[in-house]
């Protein structure tokens, strides 16, 4: 199969200093595509009757245009990788109803004119929203506490909790002995995190405690799925993202923390993709928390919409606060009429795990905002061990705690442990 184009950065450096992107404008998105590109030149096509109409789309890809199609139902005993599909020109999602298609423009301009019931939209690049790296001397794990995680009787014992990111540091010796499945996504990659920001986020989820005891996880005995869907760069392709969501649902995975995304602008909708696989997720019994993004600057009144997949109807999206439970400078807004903040965590100054030697690191995002709240909800999963993924997010809403901020911001105010 076709790879996806990702731009043409390397594997990330943290700088010393702040940086985050202002509001998004069309003129700096065709600025930046050729380091930043917005697609990967690869195309999904998705079925409007949902997964109906899978075989008899198959055969008109196969027989009328040549397509060599493979399916994700030929891989039961074991998860869907690309690399596993190399002479393959489209690859069906058989649970979604969506197929991933790479062929030439030719082909696509085929595609796009046939009368088909589907629609075809361009395969986006995800990235992890532009983390700040924090210069600190004082490790703090202040988002423990308030989210009362220290407080609570529960731990997330037994309960699957699903991470989507930059794989993890597997020999990280604060998870000697804990339960941990990993698989890779990026074709040619493996698990072990290059990047770091996949164990930050696996840190805050399911850590447990440190040197000098100090516990940075809020679920420290939940069983751990690590999904690397995102490359050593910190970038991936949608259809590696789709990869992981059914991977961890079919996984039994009560919750799954995405910590990636795509910049959205106003005024745009949700990407049905992703609500297809979120809604295939729920009915396996997997609530999804996503990061709301890092684009605003509201310290010069620059507000950006809420990012992709957490602008979906069926995830909830993070935002972040501060040690004083303000809202994050660069947190994003619910500005688009899908795109909602259902809750906020705590995202400044977090300290949690990161790859060997270095062991431990201090970032500000919602990415660290987004485990904060998958963690909430495995401890909620332990405590009502039979309830649906929608009564986990009632309760999840409504036991928040009130804020000060607008909803606008910060939804229902900031997740807390039961």
Request: negative net charge.
């Amino acid at each position: 199969m076709k790879p996806p184009v990702l731009g043409k950065k390397l594997l990330r450096d943290y700088p010393a200093a702040e940086s985050s992107s202002g509001v998004l404008h069309r003129e700096a998105l065709a600025n930046d595509t050729e380091e930043n590109p917005l697609y990967t030149g690869r195309y999904l096509l998705i079925l409007r009757d949902g997964n109906k109409d899978v075989v008899k789309t198959t055969k008109l890809l196969e027989t009328k245009w040549g397509f060599l199609v493979a399916n994700t139902a030929d891989f039961v005993s074991e998860p869907m990788c690309e690399s596993r599909i190399k002479d393959a020109d489209a690859l069906f999602y058989n649970e979604l109803g969506i197929a991933l298609v790479a062929v030439d423009d030719d082909k696509m301009k085929l595609l796009h004119t046939a009368q088909a019931d589907y629609v075809v939209e361009p395969e986006k690049v995800v990235y992890i929203p532009d983390d700040v790296p924090v210069d600190t001397a004082v490790n703090s794990t202040w988002g423990i506490r308030a989210v009362k995680a220290h407080e609570s009787a529960y731990t997330g014992a037994g309960i699957k909790v699903a991470v989507l990111d930059t794989g993890f540091d597997m020999k990280h010796p604060d998870f000697k002995g804990r339960s941990l499945t990993a698989f890779s996504f990026v074709p040619d990659e493996a698990v072990d995190d290059l990047h770091g920001h996949g164990t930050h986020c696996i840190g805050i989820v399911c850590g447990s405690s440190g040197l000098r005891d100090m516990r940075y996880g809020v679920a420290p005995e939940a069983q751990i799925y690590a999904g690397k869907v995102l490359n050593n760069g910190g970038r991936g392709a949608q259809a590696w993202i789709l990869d992981g969501m059914t991977w961890a649902a079919n996984n039994g995975c009560r919750v799954l923390s995405m910590s990636l995304g795509s910049k959205v602008l106003p005024g745009q909708s949700y990407d049905i993709a992703y609500e297809r696989a979120a809604q295939f997720a729920l009915s396996k019994g997997t609530l999804i928390v996503a990061a709301a993004g890092n684009d605003s600057k509201r310290s010069e009144n620059q507000f950006s919409p809420v990012s992709s997949p957490a602008d979906c109807p069926s995830i909830l999206a993070v935002g972040a606060v501060n040690s004083t439970l303000q809202v994050a400078d660069f947190s994003n807004r619910a500005l688009n009429e899908s795109g909602l903040v259902d809750l906020a965590a705590p995202g400044v100054g977090i300290y949690s795990s990161w790859p060997m030697p270095a062991r431990y690191r201090t970032l500000s995002g919602t990415s660290m905002a987004t485990p904060h709240v998958a963690g909430v909800v495995a401890l909620l999963c332990e405590k009502f061990p039979d309830a649906t993924p929608a009564m986990i997010g009632q309760e999840l809403i409504r036991t928040a705690g009130r804020l000060s901020s607008p909803a606008e911001d910060i939804g229902a105010g900031i997740s807390l442990a039961p």
